[in-house]
């Protein structure tokens, strides 16, 4: 696969780990009682606004790869 190919297919993965890791994040946010305090809210939202660069970052290593 060349790195251009990669590049498109990467666009594609990482737009669609996005949306999974928004659907699942709100679901369970969803599920929370509705009067939960701000200071137990607050670890819940600072994973779930940084933990998507994870998968994120390994995708775009890949499409950064250069060609064999």
Known sequence: MTQ???KAFG???TLGSII????VFTSVYLAFPPDLPIWILMPYFIV???GW???A???IRWM???DA
Do not use: D
């Open 4 to 6: 251009r190919s990669r």
């Open 11 to 13: 666009i594609l993965l």
């Open 20 to 23: 999974a890791w928004l659907s």
């Open 48 to 50: 779930a606004g940084v």
């Open 53 to 55: 660069l994870y998968p």
């Open 57 to 59: 970052m390994a995708i």
């Open 64 to 66: 950064a790869k250069p």
